[in-house]
């Protein structure tokens, strides 16, 4: 079992850089593959992007490749996800999950997810 945390949403401008953190305590995060999924003002919940075990294997939405990457350091128990040219539309509470299966192949089965952290894109 784990619990995610993440951190490090703020309101920022379009085009601007912004990191966010998602932080695992309890046993396991290195045998997780990770994801990031976001959630907008009165739209569902989409996943971001992908990374697997070892970090070596990412996968993006279109609406982000390019822009977004994710990347996890297992010895501190983190995942991470660099935005860059951030617009309006990345506005979203962004949640990290964990997936202890050998595939998890829509957000429903996602065993462990985070409360969120919110960005705010806005001039």
């Known amino acids: 079992q784990v619990q995610l945390v993440e951190s490090g949403g703020r309101l920022v401008q379009p085009g601007d850089s912004l990191r966010i953190s998602c932080t695992a305590s309890g046993r396991g995060f290195s045998n997780y593959a990770m994801a990031w999924f976001r959630q907008a003002p009165g739209k569902g919940r989409e996943l971001v992007g992908l990374?697997?075990?070892?970090?070596?294997?990412?996968y993006y939405v279109d609406a982000v490749r390019g822009r977004f990457t994710i990347s996890r350091d297992n010895a501190k128990n983190t995942v991470y996800l660099q935005m860059n040219s951030l617009k309006s539309d990345d506005t979203a509470g962004y949640y990290c999950?964990?997936?202890?299966?050998?595939?998890?192949?829509?957000?429903?089965?996602?065993?462990?997810w985070g409360q969120g952290t919110q960005v705010t894109v806005s001039s």
């Open positions: 999950a964990a997936c202890s299966k050998l595939r998890c192949r829509d957000q429903s089965e996602f065993n462990y």
């Open positions: 990374i697997s075990v070892a970090g070596g294997i990412t």
